[in-house]
């Protein structure tokens, strides 16, 4: 019978690796301070887009995973993922992204390019409502078995006391709750408007880009990004920080330029030099670290949460 396991952390990250464990047949609780939609994940815009995580070896295998699953997931509205065509475009000359042959990504011809773009690529990929996602994912861990309970953990060895495995999926909170200070908070903030009827996404990929600028449409609205904050924990929208997002994302799309607001989303991400997923023996206890995935939490969530599941059973 598997060991009895307590997840700390419900964003995208902890969820996953919940169900996945719980569809493995552990007992699983999830433990966490913020309830799903109050998380980072829930304010990401969020397509697959391995973004702000290394190492690029394992960030490979882990996106390529993940993506393979959230295709299967695009097959049902309910999931909150659907398959979207749009592009990434380039402001000068850049190599091909090393992620483009995951998604077939072709080169677009000049006539598709936006005003000022020099290059660019177009494939389909998944476009995902965060919010109905991760509600989603609890579903998954409800019918698997599995439990939801709002509670904050000072620490990793209170954790180990209730459970004889602890997975640590806290993502930005890992800085404390780990003692990791590699761990850094990289804010975000989105701009969400009613949709004037884009079906397409799209992604300013200009390296080295002061300002991030992208778009993505969830049927009545689109999801209109962002800032790349370094070291701020400031979970407050800003006010002059949104009307530069719809500013910015309306000169790529002018018909975004009337469109009403709807909302502010705000989250912190979590990155750190590496990806943080390993085992470590605390006594008869054994506690798993799942976290550091920066701006690719989505992305990698899949692919990180089966070999999560693969790591505790190589310990025992």
């Known amino acids: ?72 997931l695009g097959a049902d509205a309910r999931t909150g993922v659907r398959l979207v065509e749009g592009t990434h475009e380039s402001r000068v000359p850049r190599d091909v992204p090393a992620w483009a042959p995951w998604v077939d990504a072709v080169p677009c011809d000049p006539g598709e390019l936006r005003p000022g773009y020099a290059e660019g690529w177009r494939y ?10 991760l509600a989603r994912l609890v579903d998954r861990l409800t019918a698997a078995g599995g439990r939801l309970r709002r509670y904050r953990h000072d620490s990793l060895d209170e954790a180990l006391a209730e459970a004889p495995v602890v ?24 701009v969400v408007v009613e949709n004037p009827g884009i079906r397409t ?21 689109v999801v209109l990004g962002g800032t790349s904050d370094w070291g701020s924990w400031d979970l407050r929208p800003d006010p002059a920080a949104a009307r530069e997002i719809v500013r910015r994302c309306a000169e790529v799309e002018p018909s975004l330029a009337g469109a009403r607001v709807v909302g502010h989303r705000v989250g912190l991400r979590p990155v750190r030099p590496e990806v943080r997923l390993e085992t470590e023996r605390r006594g008869d206890a054994l506690l798993l670290h799942n976290y550091g995935h920066g701006g690719a939490g989505l992305t990698l969530s899949w692919g990180c949460a089966a070999e999560a599941v693969d790591l505790l059973r190589a310990a025992g």
């Open 1 to 72: 019978m598997p060991a009895p396991v307590v997840v700390i952390g419900a964003g995208v990250i902890g969820l996953t690796t919940a169900v996945l464990l719980a569809e493995a047949g552990h007992a699983v609780r999830v433990d966490a301070e913020l309830l799903p939609a109050d998380t980072t994940s829930a304010a990401a815009g969020a397509s697959w887009d391995p973004f702000l995580a290394e190492p690029a070896d394992l960030v490979e295998r882990w996106s390529r995973e993940t993506l393979r699953v959230l295709v299967g």
């Open 124 to 133: 389909r990929a998944p476009v995902v409502d965060m919010p109905a996602y």
């Open 167 to 190: 997975v640590n999926c806290t993502g930005t909170g890992s800085r404390a709750l780990a003692g990791d200070p590699s761990v850094q908070a990289v804010r975000g903030q989105l």
């Open 201 to 221: 996404f799209f992604c300013d990929d200009t390296p080295d880009a002061e300002e991030l600028t992208y778009l993505y449409p969830q049927s009545d609205v």
